[in-house]
């Protein structure tokens, strides 16, 4: 370090009363280190999944039913690309969304026949 | 070994705040000199600082060159500082400080020694082209060469020295031999 009294050999200004001191990168740092910390914290609280904001916002029923519905139109989609014999799938499917009835794993593989279709 | 800047932002991009605290750390003195070359206040340097390592968080996608994360950085800090100047001209126009110049007085009578120094070296920074005062206090206070000063502040060397010799002409005519006989602030 250069003593102020003496004037600076190369021309230089001694501007060493300007230096961040070592409080105030603690200071500054430690601020955006906790700013980052709460922000995370409270995007963990505030972001709800996607199957919790449908489940808060609608009756169980209307779950049901678009479960179901959703299920005929994926699998009749599906029941035009297959096979004849894929139609009684897709009037089994048909049958649950009008009684909003949601099948079980074994009623939709029964309906099916399986992974295969 | 220290870990290379280009390593720790990759581990930011994977979510690890330790490794941006060791990278603001690590190029805190640069930023901070950069914001108070352009706001001339210390408090309101480290606001500028602080919002602008926020915003390098946030944008650490946007970081085309890892190796070159602090002229990066610089760069939101000039920003930043830009912003947060307009918003201080603004203010200043409607501050009561303008009105009152004896409550700026009764609060200069309670200042140490080193914050005469510090308001003085202020002072005498604030009358030189801002491009000037980065590069005085990044190379005669940081200590970084020509051609680190020039890739932090995205000019060339040539201009890096042009800008050094202009500023110091300029603060020995400011300053005088105020220096010369302040104590010693070690």
Same mark, same amino acid.
């Given at each position: 370090?250069?003593?102020?009294?003496?004037?600076?050999?190369?021309?230089?200004?001694?501007?060493?009363?300007?230096?961040?001191?070592?409080?105030?990168?603690?200071?500054? +740092?430690? $601020?955006?280190?906790?700013? %980052?910390? =709460?922000? /995370?914290?409270? !995007?963990?609280?505030? *972001?709800?999944? #996607?199957?919790?904001?449908?489940?808060?916002?609608?009756?169980?029923?209307? +779950?049901? $039913?678009?479960?179901?519905? %959703?299920? =005929?139109? /994926?699998?009749? !989609?599906?029941?035009? *690309?297959?096979? #004849?014999?894929?139609?009684?799938?897709?009037?089994?499917?048909?049958?649950?969304?009008?009684?909003?009835?949601?099948?079980?794993? =074994?009623?939709?593989?029964?309906?099916?026949?399986?992974?295969?279709? | 070994?220290?870990?290379?800047?280009?390593?720790?932002?990759?581990?930011?991009?994977?979510?690890?705040?330790?490794?941006?605290?060791?990278?603001?750390?690590?190029?805190?003195?640069?930023?901070?000199?950069?914001?108070?070359?352009?706001?001339?206040?210390?408090?309101?340097?480290?606001?500028?600082?602080?919002?602008?390592?926020?915003?390098?968080?946030?944008?650490?996608?946007?970081?085309?060159?890892?190796?070159?994360?602090?002229?990066?950085?610089?760069?939101?800090?000039?920003?930043?500082?830009?912003?947060?100047?307009?918003?201080?001209?603004?203010?200043?126009?409607?501050?009561?400080?303008?009105?009152?110049?004896?409550?700026?007085?009764?609060?200069?009578?309670?200042?140490?020694?080193?914050?005469?120094?510090?308001?003085?070296?202020?002072?005498?920074?604030?009358?030189?082209?801002?491009?000037?005062?980065?590069?005085?206090?990044?190379?005669?206070?940081?200590?970084?060469?020509?051609?680190?000063?020039?890739?932090?502040?995205?000019?060339?060397?040539?201009?890096?020295?042009?800008?050094?010799?202009?500023?110091?002409?300029?603060?020995?005519?400011?300053?005088?031999?105020?220096?010369?006989?302040?104590?010693?602030?070690?």
């Amino acid at each position: 370090m250069t003593d102020s009294r003496t004037p600076p050999q190369d021309g230089r200004a001694d501007l060493r009363a300007l230096a961040p001191s070592q409080p105030q990168a603690d200071r500054v +740092i430690g $601020a955006v280190m906790a700013g %980052l910390a =709460a922000r /995370s914290q409270g !995007v963990a609280r505030s *972001r709800p999944d #996607a199957l919790e904001i449908v489940g808060r916002s609608l009756p169980p029923a209307w +779950i049901a $039913a678009a479960a179901v519905l %959703l299920t =005929a139109v /994926s699998l009749a !989609v599906l029941a035009r *690309r297959g096979p #004849a014999d894929s139609t009684s799938a897709g009037e089994t499917v048909a049958m649950w969304a009008t009684q909003e009835h949601v099948p079980t794993n =074994a009623e939709l593989l029964g309906a099916f026949q399986g992974y295969e279709r | 070994m220290t870990e290379s800047d280009a390593s720790l932002v990759a581990r930011v991009r994977m979510g690890d705040s330790a490794a941006f605290e060791v990278l603001l750390r690590r190029h805190f003195r640069a930023a901070y000199l950069v914001a108070l070359a352009r706001v001339g206040e210390r408090a309101d340097a480290e606001d500028v600082c602080q919002e602008a390592f926020l915003r390098s968080w946030e944008s650490i996608l946007e970081c085309r060159d890892p190796s070159r994360f602090c002229a990066w950085l610089i760069r939101i800090v000039r920003n930043t500082a830009l912003n947060r100047r307009e918003y201080l001209d603004v203010r200043a126009t409607e501050s009561f400080d303008d009105l009152m110049p004896y409550a700026s007085a009764s609060r200069t009578d309670h200042r140490t020694d080193q914050e005469e120094l510090r308001a003085t070296l202020q002072r005498a920074l604030a009358q030189l082209p801002v491009t000037q005062r980065e590069v005085v206090l990044l190379h005669d206070l940081e200590g970084l060469a020509h051609g680190e000063v020039a890739a932090r502040l995205d000019i060339s060397v040539l201009m890096s020295r042009r800008h050094l010799s202009d500023a110091r002409k300029r603060l020995r005519v400011i300053l005088g031999d105020y220096l010369t006989l302040m104590p010693d602030h070690d």
